[in-house]
């Protein structure tokens, strides 16, 4: 280069500013060249300049371990519960403060966000099986067999779910008691709903009645279906029953309340159960496990999705 003509360096890193361009300037009819990236290749050979990466956590006590390691004052924590409970560590986020408006200088509390952890909730199994029939239509062996096989999940009611010394109920009782007031319910024992599965047998009677008005004498006419026992007794089944299941893997275990329907359709009988209020219980699983990591971490958190980073 120098024997076709003078070089000129328009810019060039330094120590204290290794931000700036490696730039060069040929003669004319050489073209110019930008340096700048295998300049700063050179100077991360051995060591980067900033750190940065994505670390993929497997359980909340190592998000936490892995924030509290690399903290700094800009540190925050996102969380977010839908579509899927995430928390979301961003070590190198923008510091607080008015924005800094300077083509020069830039605004010092800017960062680049791309030193991240994030950690996904795995929901347990026990979550995943009881989610995976809820609202579905079962047969009488396919309910049956999986009751049996999640014998371990079930809680019986307690004396004060029964109506028996309500005013010495604990605050999850009055809960339970509160949700079988509203859907006009009661609750069962397992060991009620096995007998069901194995022997139940529901029988017709039907029967019309008819209502006549005195002021005009029109007559309506009612078909009515009872469903009765084999021994001719009106059915009178309980349709709650209690689960105690971890939302998350190693999580706690949540009491949740089941809605229990059968459908019959002549000599066919279906089951249905439902968790009552199952997405209330991720959310507060989900948030309990939020709060949680940011009081450990002492680091803010914000609901939500950062705007710089991968999440």
Not at 51 to 77: C, E, P, V, Y
Not at 80 to 89: C, D, N
Request: glycine share 8%; hydrophobic share 40%.
């Amino acid at each position: 280069m120098k024997r076709v003509g003078e070089v000129q360096i328009l810019a060039m890193p330094t120590a204290e500013a290794p931000e700036v361009p490696y730039i060069v300037a040929a003669p004319e009819a050489m073209r110019l060249h930008d340096l700048t990236a295998q300049h700063r290749q050179v100077i991360e050979a051995l060591r980067p300049l900033q750190r940065k990466g994505k670390a993929q956590l497997a359980d909340l006590d190592s998000l936490i371990a892995w924030t509290n390691r690399f903290k700094g004052d800009a540190t925050a924590l996102f969380g977010q519960i839908h579509p899927t409970p995430k928390l979301v560590s961003v070590i190198d986020y923008h510091g607080g403060g008015a924005p800094v408006i300077d083509a020069e200088n830039g605004d010092p509390n800017a960062s680049h966000g791309r030193h991240t952890g994030v950690y996904t909730f795995p929901v347990s199994e026990e979550w995943k099986r009881w989610t995976g029939i809820d609202g579905k239509s079962l047969t009488k062996d396919e309910f049956g067999e999986f009751i049996e096989d999640n014998a371990d999940d079930f809680l019986d009611p307690t004396p004060a779910l029964l109506g028996q010394n309500t005013a010495d109920a604990e605050p999850w009782e009055m809960r339970m008691i509160e949700i079988a007031g509203k859907l006009q319910g009661r609750f069962g024992q397992y060991a009620a709903l096995n007998l069901l599965s194995r022997e139940f047998k529901v029988h017709e009677v039907g029967h019309l009645e008819v209502k006549t008005s005195r002021d005009t004498g029109e007559q309506k006419v009612q078909f009515l279906t009872e469903h009765r026992d084999p021994d001719g007794q009106p059915l009178t089944l309980p349709n709650l029953f209690m689960i105690a299941i971890p939302v998350f893997e190693e999580g706690a275990l949540y009491r949740l309340a089941v809605r229990f329907r059968y459908r019959k359709s002549g000599s066919d009988i279906r089951f249905i159960v439902s968790l009552y209020n199952a997405d209330v219980a991720l959310r507060d699983a989900a948030r309990e496990a939020m709060n949680r990591a940011q009081a450990e971490t002492e680091v803010q958190l914000l609901m939500g999705v950062p705007e710089v980073g991968s999440s």
